[in-house]
């Protein structure tokens, strides 16, 4: 019955597989816009998500971190809509962006797309659009109308032209859901409120109406039943008929009295309406008819979301278990459901026509052959035309027109056939070309072309060709149309459209003779044909090969031309395009040079064959293309030397492309050839490439040619830019050979390349006429002395003097060093000083006359610089060497001199006198030096004076280093006589300093002594007797006590710490007593003495307060605290009272707390110290106070101390202090331990907390008071989270009992929960199993089946635990349970009915073991009970394996409908081994899907008859006919026999069977098999045979019946042939043409008065129609 169902029904996904919540499924978290996206709010604790599924590809669901009230996606595109509140925003997800965003003025109660790019908002008050484009803000529409207030609005409709609005919602009232809809016209801005609970708007298209017609459907049920309505809204369009109203009834079932229409969809291409209700049911109707087609349910849940699927053409939706469905009509089954089922074929043949759809095809055929037949050639046209997929569009159906007659006063049945057509549709390829062939006789031409264009006629090859011999531009649009490409490339060629071959070409992929349609343009025009060419080779590859295109170019010697086309064919210069880039190149150098040096000087070809053309290049004197191709140096050298015709530039750049040794040989050509005339470019060739060539080589070049000019012109444009010696050496022979001396100085001057011994060697050598290059080079590489003997030797002195003088002055001391060495005159070095005026450093003139011992030589040169006023400090330096050497008062001058340098001088002195050092050194502050050469010659007193007088600590640390050998006597000449002499505090300061830094405590102590304790000026300065006491702490600590004493302008305070820091406790003590700090006096016994009982007396004798307080904090951390208690109440000082309270705790010292806080409570009101005395109290069992304490005003944190008292065990007082401040929950506690239970539940009822409930009833548990610990626990129960607990308290006890009774007891109770019912349950399960099974039918909806299925399994109670896998919905699990534990749980009612609703089909064949192997007569009950889901292959193949297949052969015949080949085969061999031949013929011949031949071959052999016989029977249904015979004919079935050769239609057979007859002399046989086999049997054989055998009465009658038919066929060829005849005479009177118009154009109505001829003549156009086909017929 599913099979033919009207409708497609599929499950597209579900949900919960791919990973959404299934509590996140409902109206208000999924959005469903179209049937692209499905949208779903998630939220998971505080994540919250947009779930967004493409139906495309559901398995990969996008996720996104959005929180939103609402998400909506676009309906085709990957944009989403989200609301947070008023907050509206759109946004792009693929583009990641922002769209827009909008914020409302009032709440949006629902939204939804009305289209691509449009959002309806609908409001408590106002509906809304929102445009997406630009910046536009939602613009209002419509109000809400009043019968929709507190309505939940649940769908908007429009219809596509948005003028007609929907608002849809719905509202419980008196217990039923009441549907109102709001209907808004937007031109009348009118609204109308309807009743209603689903509509829809579609666009329907009625039977003679141009356009359709806005139709609006809609669904209601109230109390009087169901109703929908379809109705046409706004007026008809123009031309148009209305609409009709329907209004039919709704069906609901009876057992759905609450179901109502919640979605409806309309497909507008079938025609049809799809509605869906509350409970699952889908409704089909027809638009036009209102006819109800098919309801069902579809799904037991409630489907709350829907949109149009457009892939079917119907619905799409989303139920409660989140499954995604979709309905759609069969195709294949509607037509026929309709026909059959509905009964009502007028209906079937509307939809069928609507919709183009298979089914209705014999209503058809019937239809148009009753009208037909009744001469309504008109309506038959009509059914011809509307029939579904063309069925009646054939060649026979324009044959029976063409042979009708045409009624007088009307149009031809043809010509009404074709006007249809034209109206309705295309015409097909057969109806195309019979309407052509009259129209082109008549030249009608332009209608075809109106046709054409019109898209009415299907073209075709042969309605081109037709048309091809009177419209040649005609028949190309046909073949463009039919896509007949050689057609239309012969037809653009004959029109002289070439451009547009190769584009059709490419178009359409087809391949022509590109070469032979060129041959034929240039024939007519060259141009074009060149135009054509390149077109040719445009693409890549070309379509028609270059070289071929070339060949048709110079066929016609058009140079010009084909230089063009190569040119552009080439450009992409490809590698195998090689010899044709010859080629062109060949044939432009041999007729035009000039071009072809164009093409080469662009370098547009790199493949051509270059030594060819180089040669062609060289013999049209084009020597720089040549050479760009010559490869061999022979051919280079010979072209290269003919310079003159080569421009430079170019020759230079050539070199560049030549190796090393080409080049070289190249250049020794030019030379040879012409060395003047080629000297010069090659001079600039070796400058520009010497790098590469090698300038030694090119040296060695120029060198050979005894060209020195060459060489000086080569070096001189490198030698500025070469950093080699060789080329600036060669540079300098070779301006010098050529008399270029001024370039000789440059170079010499300015380079700093070459080898300067190599260049002074080659000047002395040259002895040039100017000296002034080796007077450069040795000034410049300071050959000064070599240069001064070379000059002196050769009596050049005037050249010395022109170098100290004008070349370079500041070489004069070396000058003059050198002439010294040569022992030049003292007059004439004197001279030469005093001539020189140049700056020249003196140091070096006093260094090299020093070295010489010749100093006093310069000392009226330096007395007259001195004289001069010159205070540099060399002239200086070197007149106090020669005042010292001399002993010229030589310490006067040191002293008084400032322009000398100290350290130079003193240096000098020290060997020399060194005191003079001193002076020397002390006069410039050299330090270090003055110390050495006091500490080496013993003169520390001079230095101890110095040291004093600098004041320097860097130097005092240098002397003061233990390192110094010289430290001891030196800090005693310091102490005896350097600050005994001076009375500068800042000298004393420094050097004491000096002395600490130096740590020097014993010295630091011997020199303060001296200073301080010696009646000095120093002697009361209060940091010295600071300084003293501390070095002596440090240093001498024996001698601090003494200090002190003898001591009083010190800092007492500080020396105290200082001395406590280092652990003189007594000495600190005494500075304290002696300044009277008592505080700190008593701090030091106690801190650092660690003597409490001297403090106890200090503090006795001093009595104060103070150090009371000290002495009491020492004691209290010494742990005396009854003594510190005792102190502090001296010290009348309560501020430590936190530190006694601890104190007093650890010890246990309560008492004296209690006394403490009696005083510290009068002196300070402090929270603590109240709490702690009531505390203190409630320690001593002071209760009396303590009731008295808490009774009067105070500040005690009671219910702190109560808490305390609690952990305490101290419950008395607890109880007193809980009861004061009313917390019952800790007097309920504390009333437990005191074994008080009625008054702790009274108290604990007081508390109503869960808390102390709990802690009471555990008591009282422990207690065993069940009775007070049961009324406990019902307060405890009925929080979930406390069960657990509650549960295993009692179980770890043992009183399993006691706690079910409580349990019990607790089902009644109001706040019961699904955890009370699920304990009880597993405590069943534990202890009582007898009462789980009750348990679990009465409250199995209230218990946690996962949990208590687990404790089921645990305890081994399968029935129960089969019970809740039914419940919960695990059918798999409940019949594993049953098949595992057959004996205690299997009960065949509950196995047959949850089988078949378990997923794992596999568990099918499990059972079907389990039956075979426990209830193997039970076993086609439960095959029955499966039937519809299993796999009957596989079943039947488990059957047979297990050989138990006769056992269900109930089962296998009931399945057999299916004609399944394994089933058939099993069924047929259990026939056989049966031999239940009529059973086994039975199954054959109803059920075809097995292996007939197998089977054939099997029966062939069987030992019955009967089975044999049935094996030919199989050979003849597969076509085996001599097989078939054969068999017959060996069991002697003589009737099979006949009949098989009868139906295999062959000739042989039949004969050779009738022989066999006559063989075995069955003569009766052979009479009856002309009989049988009349068709087939051969007269002139049957005669034969009979004659033969002598059975001519045998055969009578067959031939008999032979000759009667065969003289009925002559008499009737011969009436054919005189109908014939007499139809062609008619036909031969009738005119060709039609007149003026040609009225096939022209509708039924339109057609001219008068009787209407033929259409044209058969005879003449096509004779086969008329007299061919007649004969034939008559021939039949």
Same mark, same amino acid.
């Given at each position: 019955?599913?099979?033919?169902?009207?409708?497609r029904?599929?499950?597209?996904?579900?949900?919960?597989n791919?990973?959404?919540?299934?509590?996140?499924?409902?109206?208000?978290?999924?959005?469903?816009?179209?049937?692209?996206?499905?949208?779903?709010?998630?939220?998971?604790?505080?994540? @919250?998500?947009?779930?967004?599924?493409?139906?495309?590809?559901?398995?990969?669901?996008?996720?996104?971190?959005?929180?939103?009230?609402s998400?909506?996606?676009?309906?085709?595109?990957?944009v989403?809509?989200?609301?947070?509140?008023r907050?509206?925003?759109?946004?792009?997800?693929?583009?990641?962006?922002?769209?827009?965003?909008?914020?409302?003025?009032e709440?949006?109660?629902?939204?939804?797309? *009305?289209?691509?790019?449009?959002?309806?908002?609908?409001?408590?008050?106002?509906v809304?659009?929102?445009?997406?484009?630009?910046?536009a803000?939602?613009?209002?529409?419509?109000?809400?109308?009043?019968t929709?207030?507190?309505?939940?609005?649940?769908?908007?409709?429009?219809?596509?032209?948005?003028?007609?609005?929907?608002?849809?919602?719905?509202?419980a009232?008196?217990?039923?859901?009441?549907?109102?809809?709001?209907?808004?016209?937007?031109?009348r801005?009118v609204?109308?409120? !309807?009743?209603?609970?689903?509509?829809?708007?579609?666009?329907?298209k009625?039977?003679?109406?141009?356009?359709?017609?806005?139709?609006?459907?809609f669904?209601?049920?109230?109390?009087?039943?169901?109703k929908?309505?379809?109705?046409e809204?706004?007026?008809?369009?123009?031309?148009?008929?209305?609409?009709?109203?329907?209004?039919?009834?709704?069906?609901?079932?009876?057992e759905?009295?609450?179901?109502?229409?919640?979605?409806?969809?309309? =497909?507008?291409?079938?025609?049809?309406?799809?509605?869906?209700?509350?409970?699952?049911?889908?409704?089909?109707?027809?638009?036009?008819?209102?006819?109800? !087609?098919?309801?069902?349910?579809?799904?037991?849940?409630?489907?709350?979301?829907?949109?149009?699927?457009?892939?079917?053409?119907?619905?799409?939706?989303?139920?409660?278990?989140?499954?995604?469905?979709s309905?759609?009509?069969?195709?294949?089954?509607?037509?026929?459901?309709?026909?059959?089922?509905?009964?009502n074929?007028?209906?079937?043949?509307?939809?069928?026509?609507?919709?183009?759809?298979?089914?209705?095809?014999?209503?058809?055929?019937?239809?148009?052959?009753?009208?037909?037949?009744?001469? &309504?050639?008109?309506e038959?046209a009509?059914?011809?035309?509307?029939?579904?997929?063309?069925?009646?569009?054939?060649?026979?159906?324009?044959?029976? +027109?063409?042979?009708?007659? #045409?009624?007088?006063?009307?149009?031809?049945?043809?010509l009404?056939?074709?006007?249809?057509?034209?109206?309705?549709?295309?015409l097909?390829?057969a109806?195309?070309?019979?309407?052509?062939?009259?129209?082109?006789?008549?030249?009608?031409n332009?209608?075809?072309?109106?046709?054409?264009?019109?898209?009415?006629?299907?073209?075709?090859?042969?309605?081109?060709?037709?048309?091809?011999?009177?419209?040649?531009?005609?028949?190309?649009?046909?073949y463009?149309?039919?896509?007949?490409?050689?057609?239309?490339?012969?037809?653009?060629?004959?029109?002289?459209? /070439?451009?547009?071959?190769?584009?059709y070409?490419k178009?359409?992929?087809?391949t022509?003779?590109?070469?032979?349609i060129?041959?034929?343009?240039?024939?007519?025009?060259?141009?074009?044909?060149?135009?054509?060419?390149?077109?040719?080779?445009?693409d890549?590859?070309?379509?028609?090969?270059?070289?071929?295109?070339m060949?048709?170019?110079m066929?016609?010697?058009?140079?010009?031309q084909?230089?063009?086309?190569?040119?552009?064919?080439?450009?992409?210069?490809?590698?195998?395009e090689g010899?044709?880039?010859?080629k062109?190149?060949?044939? %432009?150098?041999?007729?035009?040079?000039?071009?072809?040096?164009?093409?080469?000087?662009?370098?547009?070809?790199?493949?051509?064959?270059?030594?060819?053309?180089?040669?062609?290049?060289?013999?049209?004197?084009?020597?720089?293309?040549?050479?760009?191709?010559?490869?061999?140096?022979?051919?280079?050298?010979?072209?290269?030397?003919?310079?003159?015709?080569?421009?430079?530039e170019?020759?230079?750049?050539?070199f560049?492309?030549?190796?090393?040794?080409?080049?070289?040989?190249?250049?020794?050509?030019?030379?040879?050839?012409?060395?003047?005339?080629?000297?010069?470019?090659?001079?600039?060739?070796?400058?520009?490439?010497?790098?590469?060539?090698?300038?030694?080589?090119?040296?060695?070049?120029?060198?050979?040619?005894?060209? +020195?000019?060459?060489?000086f012109?080569?070096?001189?444009?490198?030698?500025n830019?070469? &950093?080699?010696?060789?080329?600036?050496?060669?540079?300098? &022979?070779?301006?010098?050979?050529?008399?270029?001396?001024?370039?000789?100085?440059?170079?010499?001057?300015? =380079?700093?390349?070459?080898?300067?011994?190599?260049?002074?060697?080659?000047?002395k050598?040259?002895?040039?006429?100017?000296?002034?290059?080796?007077?450069?080079?040795?000034?410049?590489?300071?050959?000064?002395?070599?240069?001064?003997?070379?000059?002196?030797?050769?009596?050049?002195?005037?050249?010395i003097?022109?170098?100290?003088?004008?070349?370079?002055?500041?070489?004069?001391p070396?000058?003059?060093?050198?002439l010294?060495?040569?022992?030049?005159?003292?007059?004439?070095?004197?001279?030469?000083?005093?001539?020189?005026?140049?700056?020249?450093?003196?140091?070096?003139?006093?260094?090299?006359?020093?070295?010489?011992?010749?100093?006093?030589?310069?000392?009226?040169?330096?007395?007259?610089?001195?004289?001069?006023?010159?205070?540099?400090?060399a002239?200086?330096?070197?007149? #106090?060497?020669?005042?010292?050497?001399?002993?010229?008062?030589?310490?006067?001058?040191?002293?008084?001199?400032?322009?000398?340098? @100290?350290?130079?001088?003193?240096k000098?002195?020290?060997?020399?006198?060194?005191?003079?050092?001193?002076?020397?050194?002390e006069?410039?502050?050299?330090?270090l030096?003055?110390?050495?050469?006091?500490?080496?010659?013993?003169? /520390?007193?001079?230095?101890?004076?110095?040291l004093?007088?600098?004041?320097?600590?860097?130097?005092?640390?240098?002397?003061?280093?233990?390192?110094n050998?010289?430290?001891?006597?030196?800090?005693?000449?310091?102490?005896?006589?350097?600050?005994?002499?001076?009375?500068?505090?800042?000298?004393?300061?420094?050097?004491?300093?000096?002395?600490?830094?130096?740590?020097?405590?014993?010295e630091l102590?011997?020199?303060?002594?001296?200073?301080v304790?010696?009646?000095?000026?120093?002697?009361?300065?209060?940091?010295?007797?600071?300084?003293?006491?501390?070095?002596?702490?440090?240093?001498?600590?024996?001698?601090v006590?003494?200090?002190?004493?003898?001591?009083?302008?010190?800092?007492?305070?500080? *020396?105290? %710490?200082?001395?406590?820091?280092?652990?003189?406790?007594?000495?600190? +003590?005494?500075?304290?007593?002696?300044?009277?700090?008592?505080?700190?006096?008593?701090?030091?016994? *106690?801190?650092?003495?660690?003597?409490?009982?001297?403090?106890?007396?200090?503090?006795?004798?001093?009595?104060?307060?103070?150090?009371?307080?000290?002495?009491?904090?020492?004691?209290?951390?010494?742990?005396?605290?009854?003594?510190?208690?005792?102190?502090?109440?001296?010290?009348?000082?309560?501020?430590?009272?936190?530190?006694?309270?601890?104190?007093?705790?650890?010890?246990?010292?309560y008492?004296?707390m209690?006394?403490?806080?009696?005083?510290?409570r009068?002196?300070?009101?402090?929270?603590?110290?109240?709490?702690?005395?009531?505390?203190?109290?409630?320690?001593?069992?002071r209760?009396?106070?303590?009731?008295e304490?808490?009774?009067?005003?105070?500040?005690?944190?009671?219910?702190?101390?109560?808490?305390?008292?609690?952990?305490?065990?101290?419950?008395?007082?607890?109880?007193?202090?809980?009861?004061?401040?009313?917390?019952?929950?800790?007097?309920?506690?504390?009333?437990?331990?005191?074994?008080?239970f009625?008054?702790a539940?009274? =108290?604990?009822?007081?508390?109503?907390?869960?808390?102390?409930?709990?802690?009471?009833?555990f008591?009282?548990?422990?207690?065993?008071?069940?009775?007070?610990?049961?009324?406990?626990?019902?307060?405890?129960?009925v929080h979930?989270?406390?069960?657990?607990?509650?549960?295993?308290?009692?179980?770890?006890?043992g009183?399993?009992?006691?706690?079910i009774?409580?349990l019990?007891?607790?089902?009644?109770?109001?706040?019961?929960?699904?955890?009370? /019912?699920?304990?009880?349950?597993?405590?069943?399960?534990?202890?009582?199993?007898?009462?789980?099974?009750?348990?679990?039918?009465?409250?199995?909806?209230?218990?946690? !089946?996962?949990?208590?299925?687990?404790?089921?399994?645990?305890?081994?109670?399968?029935?129960?635990?089969?019970?809740l896998?039914?419940?919960?919905?695990?059918?798999?699990?409940?019949?594993?349970?049953?098949?595992?534990?057959p004996?205690?749980?299997?009960?065949?009612?509950?196995?047959?009915?949850?089988?078949?609703?378990?997923?794992?089909?596999?568990l099918y064949?499990?059972?079907?073991?389990?039956?075979?192997?426990?209830k193997?007569?039970?076993?086609?009950?439960?095959?029955?009970?499966?039937?519809?889901?299993?796999?009957?292959?596989?079943?039947?193949?488990?059957?047979?394996?297990?050989?138990?297949?006769?056992?269900?052969?109930?089962?296998?015949?009931?399945v &057999?409908?299916?004609?399944?080949?394994?089933?058939?085969?099993?069924?047929?061999?259990?026939?056989?081994?049966?031999?239940?031949?009529?059973?086994?013929?039975?199954?054959?011949?109803?059920?075809?899907?097995?292996?007939?031949?197998?089977?054939?071959?099997?029966?062939?052999?069987?030992?019955?008859?009967? +089975?044999?016989?049935?094996a030919?029977?199989?050979?003849?249904?597969?076509?085996?006919?001599?097989?078939?015979?054969?068999?017959?004919?060996?069991?002697?079935?003589?009737?099979?026999?006949?009949?098989?050769?009868?139906?295999?239609?062959?000739?042989? !057979?039949s004969?050779?069977?009738?022989?066999?007859?006559?063989?075995?002399?069955?003569?009766?046989?052979?009479?009856?098999?002309?009989?049988?086999?009349?068709?087939?049997?051969?007269?002139?054989?049957?005669?034969?045979?009979?004659?033969?055998?002598?059975?001519m009465?045998?055969?009578m009658?067959?031939?008999?019946?032979?000759?009667?038919?065969?003289?009925?066929?002559?008499?009737?060829?011969?009436?054919?042939?005189?109908?014939?005849?007499?139809?062609?005479?008619?036909?031969?009177?009738?005119?060709?043409?039609?007149?003026e118009?040609?009225?096939?154009t022209?509708?039924?109505?339109?057609?001219?008065?008068?009787?209407?001829?033929?259409?044209?003549?058969?005879?003449?156009?096509?004779?086969m129609?008329?007299?061919?086909?007649?004969?034939?017929?008559g021939?039949?």
């Open positions: 019955m599913a099979a033919n169902m009207p409708i029904f599929q499950e597209h996904v579900q949900l919960t791919i990973g959404i919540n299934s509590g996140n499924i409902g109206f208000s978290n999924i959005t469903m816009e179209s049937d692209k996206f499905i949208c779903i709010r998630e939220k998971n604790g505080d994540q @919250s998500q947009v779930v967004i599924v493409d139906m495309a590809d559901p398995q990969n669901a996008m996720r996104r971190p959005i929180s939103a009230d998400a909506i996606m676009n309906p085709s595109s990957k989403i809509a989200l609301k947070a509140g907050t509206l925003q759109i946004f792009n997800l693929e583009m990641k962006s922002k769209i827009k965003a909008h914020v409302a003025n709440d949006v109660t629902f939204w939804k797309w *009305i289209s691509v790019n449009t959002i309806a908002l609908v409001t408590e008050n106002t809304y659009h929102w445009p997406m484009e630009g910046d803000l939602p613009q209002k529409v419509f109000d809400r109308h009043s929709l207030k507190g309505c939940q609005i649940i769908n908007y409709r429009t219809d596509e032209a948005m003028k007609w609005l929907l608002l849809v919602g719905i509202s009232q008196q217990s039923r859901v009441v549907g109102a809809m709001q209907l808004y016209s937007v031109d801005s609204s109308q409120p !309807i009743e209603g609970h689903a509509a829809a708007f579609v666009p329907f009625m039977d003679g109406n141009k356009s359709p017609s806005n139709i609006f459907t669904a209601v049920r109230n109390q009087t039943g169901g929908l309505h379809i109705i809204v706004g007026a008809p369009a123009e031309g148009n008929s209305s609409f009709q109203k329907k209004t039919v009834d709704v069906f609901f079932p009876p759905a009295p609450s179901d109502f229409p919640v979605a409806m969809q309309a =497909s507008k291409d079938h025609g049809l309406i799809y509605m869906i209700t509350k409970y699952g049911y889908i409704h089909l109707y027809d638009i036009e008819t209102g006819t109800c !087609i098919y309801m069902n349910r579809i799904s037991g849940d409630t489907i709350f979301v829907t949109a149009p699927h457009e892939a079917s053409n119907g619905i799409i939706g989303v139920n409660r278990k989140g499954q995604v469905l309905v759609s009509i069969d195709e294949n089954n509607i037509v026929g459901y309709i026909t059959n089922q509905l009964k074929p007028e209906l079937a043949l509307k939809v069928s026509v609507r919709c183009n759809l298979t089914g209705a095809e014999e209503l058809f055929v019937r239809r148009f052959n009753m009208l037909f037949g009744q001469g &309504q050639y008109s038959a009509k059914v011809a035309a509307t029939a579904p997929k063309g069925i009646l569009r054939t060649p026979q159906t324009i044959q029976r +027109f063409q042979q009708c007659p #045409a009624q007088p006063g009307t149009a031809s049945p043809l009404q056939y074709f006007s249809i057509l034209l109206e309705t549709s295309q097909n390829k109806e195309s070309l019979e309407l052509a062939k009259p129209v082109l006789q008549q030249g009608r332009q209608l075809l072309e109106k046709w054409l264009k019109e898209g009415k006629l299907e073209c075709s090859e042969e309605l081109g060709d037709l048309i091809k011999a009177h419209d040649s531009t005609l028949a190309l649009s046909v463009l149309r039919a896509n007949i490409p050689n057609k239309v490339i012969m037809c653009f060629a004959e029109t002289n459209q /070439f451009q547009k071959i190769v584009l070409a178009k359409v992929g087809f022509p003779d590109y070469i032979f060129l041959r034929n343009v240039m024939r007519s025009n060259i141009d074009n044909g060149a135009q054509f060419a390149t077109m040719l080779v445009q890549d590859p070309p379509l028609a090969p270059i070289e071929a295109i060949n048709v170019f066929e016609q010697n058009l140079i010009p084909c230089t063009s086309f190569l040119l552009d064919a080439l450009k992409h210069n490809k590698e195998e010899p044709l880039q010859t062109l190149l060949e044939i %432009n150098l041999m007729s035009a040079p000039q071009v072809a040096d164009a093409i080469l000087g662009n370098q547009m070809f790199t493949h051509y064959d270059r030594a060819h053309i180089a040669q062609l290049c060289e013999q049209a004197q084009l020597l720089q293309r040549a050479l760009e191709h010559y490869s061999d140096i022979f051919d280079i050298k010979r072209a290269i030397v003919h310079t003159h015709l080569l421009k430079p170019w020759l230079i750049e050539y560049g492309t030549l190796s090393v040794d080409d080049s070289l040989e190249c250049l020794k050509a030019m030379l040879t050839a012409n060395l003047r005339q080629n000297l010069q470019i090659c001079v600039q060739i070796a400058g520009k490439y010497h790098e590469q060539l090698g300038t030694t080589k090119l040296i060695e070049l120029f060198e050979s040619f005894k060209s +020195f000019e060459g060489l012109y080569f070096l001189g444009s490198i030698v830019f070469s &950093q080699e010696a060789e080329v600036h050496f060669r540079y300098i &022979q070779a301006a010098c050979k050529t008399g270029q001396i001024k370039e000789v100085e440059r170079i010499c001057r300015e =380079s700093s390349c070459y080898d300067p011994e190599r260049v002074k060697n080659f000047l050598e040259a002895k040039l006429a100017d000296q002034l290059p080796l007077i450069i080079v040795c000034d410049r590489f300071n050959f000064v002395h070599d240069l001064v003997m070379y000059l002196y030797k050769n009596n050049l002195q005037k050249y003097e022109i170098y100290v003088q004008k070349v370079n002055p500041q070489r004069l070396a000058v003059v060093g050198g010294l060495d040569v022992d030049c005159a003292e007059d004439i070095v004197k001279n030469l000083i005093l001539t020189v005026r140049g700056t020249f450093s003196t140091d070096e003139l006093v260094e090299e006359v020093e070295k010489r011992n010749r100093l006093k030589l310069l000392m009226p040169w330096l007395e007259g610089r001195v004289h001069e006023g010159i205070n540099e400090p002239t200086h330096n070197a007149l #106090a060497k020669i005042y010292i050497d001399s002993n010229n008062n030589p310490e006067r001058f040191l002293r008084e001199n400032k322009y000398y340098e @100290s350290e130079v001088i003193g000098y002195c020290e060997k020399r006198d060194p005191h003079l050092a001193c002076v020397a050194y006069r410039g502050n050299c330090d030096e003055l110390i050495r050469v006091c500490n080496e010659n013993s003169l /520390f007193k001079n230095a101890a004076r110095h004093v007088r600098r004041r320097d600590a860097e130097l005092w640390e240098h002397v003061l280093d233990k390192e050998q010289y430290r001891r006597p030196l800090i005693d000449q310091v102490v005896q006589t350097a600050l005994s002499e001076t009375q500068d505090a800042e000298d004393i300061s420094t050097t004491v300093r000096a002395f600490m830094a130096a740590d020097l405590p014993n102590i011997e020199l303060l002594e001296k200073i304790l010696e009646n000095s000026v120093f002697s009361d300065h209060r940091n010295l007797q600071n300084l003293l006491i501390l070095t002596a702490v440090k240093a001498s600590p024996d001698k006590m003494e200090y002190i004493t003898r001591l009083d302008n010190y800092d007492a305070p500080d *020396i105290a %710490n200082i001395a406590i820091t280092n652990e003189l406790y007594e000495e600190a +003590f005494a500075i304290f007593k002696k300044f009277d700090v008592n505080t700190s006096a008593v701090q030091v016994l *106690i801190e650092h003495v660690k003597n409490l009982d001297r403090a106890y007396e200090f503090a006795e004798r001093c009595n104060d307060p103070t150090v009371w307080s000290e002495l009491a904090r020492a004691q209290l951390a010494n742990g005396t605290v009854k003594e510190a208690i005792d102190s502090f109440i001296k010290a009348d000082d309560p501020s430590s009272y936190l530190e006694v309270i601890t104190a007093a705790q650890q010890n246990d010292g008492e004296d209690v006394r403490y806080l009696q005083m510290a009068k002196k300070a009101r402090e929270a603590i110290i109240e709490t702690e005395l009531v505390f203190a109290y409630a320690k001593v069992n209760l009396a106070d303590l009731e304490f808490i009774s009067s005003p105070n500040i005690a944190q009671v219910q702190q101390v109560g808490e305390r008292c609690y952990e305490e065990q101290l419950y008395e007082a607890a109880r007193i202090l809980f009861n004061n401040v009313s917390n019952y929950a800790r007097l309920a506690s504390t009333l437990v331990h005191l074994g008080e009625q008054a539940v009274d =108290s604990a009822r007081k508390a109503n907390s869960t808390k102390t409930w709990k802690e009471v009833c008591a009282c548990v422990e207690a065993k008071e069940f009775r007070m610990a049961q009324m406990c626990g019902l307060h405890i129960v979930a989270d406390e069960l657990e607990e509650l549960i295993n308290f009692y179980q770890s006890r009183h399993f009992q006691e706690l009774q409580m019990e007891a607790a089902l009644g109770l109001e706040r019961a929960h699904m955890g009370m /019912f699920t304990e009880l349950a597993i405590l069943y399960s534990k202890y009582n199993p007898d009462k789980m099974r009750e348990h679990l039918e009465l409250f199995w909806s209230r218990v946690n !089946i996962p949990k208590v299925l687990r404790a089921a399994e645990q305890a081994h109670l399968w029935p129960e635990l089969v019970f896998y039914d419940k919960y919905e695990e059918y798999d699990n409940a019949i594993q349970t049953m098949m595992t534990h004996t205690q749980c299997w009960k065949e009612a509950l196995f047959k009915d949850i089988i078949t609703k378990v997923a794992n089909i596999e064949y499990k059972a079907l073991t389990f039956y075979l192997e426990f193997p007569l039970l076993l086609n009950d439960l095959l029955l009970v499966l039937t519809p889901r299993l796999d009957h292959t596989k079943a039947v193949t488990f059957f047979q394996k297990a050989g138990e297949l006769a056992l269900v052969l109930p089962y296998v015949k009931s &057999q409908s299916h004609n399944n080949k394994v089933i058939n085969e099993a069924l047929n061999n259990i026939y056989i081994d049966h031999e239940d031949y009529d059973s086994l013929r039975e199954s054959i011949d109803n059920y075809n899907n097995f292996d007939n031949i197998a089977l054939a071959i099997r029966l062939e052999k069987h030992e019955l008859i009967e +089975f044999r016989r049935i030919a029977y199989l050979f003849k249904m597969n076509n085996r006919w001599e097989q078939a015979v054969k068999l017959c004919k060996k069991d002697l079935l003589f009737k099979d026999a006949m009949e098989y050769a009868a139906d295999s239609r062959n000739s042989k !057979i004969e050779e069977l009738m022989a066999w007859f006559l063989e075995n002399k069955n003569y009766e046989c052979f009479a009856a098999g002309t009989f049988v086999m009349y068709d087939m049997l051969r007269p002139d054989v049957i005669l034969e045979l009979a004659w033969k055998h002598n059975i009465d045998f055969a009658p067959y031939l008999i019946q032979s000759l009667k038919e065969y003289t009925q066929k002559v008499d009737k060829l011969e009436v054919s042939d005189e109908t014939r005849t007499k139809e062609a005479e008619t036909n031969n009177q009738q005119p060709l043409v039609l007149g118009q040609l009225m096939i022209a509708g039924p109505g339109m057609m001219a008065p008068g009787p209407m001829p033929g259409m044209y003549g058969m005879q003449q156009v096509n004779p129609y008329n007299g061919g086909g007649a004969g034939y017929m021939a039949m």
